[in-house]
């Protein structure tokens, strides 16, 4: 059978990026768009190939439509409840509706599975949605790549470019994993078009610690003290500023990233499962700022 897959959340950032692997891979690729998507980025998702399907994802009969014929459902939605749980939740049931073998979520992040219920708000939907895929009639594999390695080149607390310093809870040799967007929409591009895909794959541009990336910037290491008391301010936070459940990166939400990066890695990497790609170097990150 060829394959066939389809595409929601094409036109962001990383569906956007999902979308240009796909169609090197030989797919044929399919996405799903709203009628009000910006028409620069479906323009360009037409110049890759790409078939343009618009949907209302609350119309389950179209939907199901759309899902016919696919070998293969991939979401790179981005959002919050509505999007992650309710969205999502339409179209897997729709894929399964529709005898769609395979679902890869929008699960690109820390590997959360082992992480506890409350200590990021974002997480807790992804697995919400992740225990109605696990039920379903579908073969499920979500892709942890760590957090992007694009946010080196912003100030976040722990690579403070305008302070020049890396600051780290409790552990400054903890192996941070990090992957590019092109990195990981190749991968996803491989693993859509691999009917043996597992159910978590794993993957990371490069890891690396707080000591090691203050060796390679020249900036100061920054102890920002425990896990524990990270947690602690993130719930107060998070109580003290409720508008925040309503945006996507509150600044809560924000350090609650940083407490899960510092809380989960992957220990085994899947880097090796498709030959021919090549990996991001932390260097590539960090220079521009340096």
């Known amino acids: 059978m060829d394959d066939q897959i389809l595409l929601a959340g094409a036109t962001g950032n990383l569906g956007e990026r999902i979308a240009k692997a796909l169609t090197g891979t030989g ?24 078939e343009i399907i618009e949907v209302d994802m609350k119309d389950h009969a179209a939907l199901v439509e759309a899902c016919k014929g696919a070998t293969c459902v991939i979401s790179a939605l981005a959002g919050l409840r509505e999007v992650i749980v309710d969205t999502q939740s339409l179209l897997l049931d729709a894929a399964v509706e529709a005898g769609v073998p395979r679902f890869i979520p929008s699960d690109y992040s820390t590997d959360f599975t082992g992480l506890p219920e409350g200590e990021n708000r974002n997480f807790d939907l992804r697995k919400e949605f992740m225990a109605k ?18 946010i080196l080149t912003y100030n976040i607390p722990f690579l403070d470019h305008k302070n020049k310093t890396v600051a780290y809870w409790e ?36 890891q690396v610690s707080a000591t090691e990336l203050a060796a390679k910037t020249g900036y100061a290491l920054k102890d920002m003290g425990t896990l524990t008391e990270l947690d602690a301010y993130n719930k107060r936070e998070r109580a003290a500023h409720p508008e925040g459940e309503n945006e996507l990166y509150a600044k809560w939400q924000q350090t609650m990233y940083m407490h899960s990066m510092f809380s ?27």
Do not use: C
């Open 264 to 290: 989960a890695h992957n220990e085994v990497l899947d880097n090796d499962r498709y030959p021919g790609l090549t990996w991001s170097a932390v260097e590539e990150y960090i220079k521009q700022k340096k």
């Open 171 to 206: 552990k400054p040799d903890w192996k941070i994993d990090f992957t590019s967007m092109n990195d990981t929409a190749a991968f996803t591009a491989m693993a859509a078009v691999d009917i043996t895909a597992p159910r978590y794959l794993r993957i990371a541009s490069f």
């Open 133 to 150: 895929l696990n039920k379903a009639m579908i073969t499920p594999t979500s892709i942890f790549n760590g957090a992007f390695a694009e």
């Open 27 to 50: 797919a044929k690729v399919k996405a799903l768009i709203r009628a009000d998507s910006k028409k620069e980025a479906v323009d360009k998702l037409k110049a890759e190939g790409v």
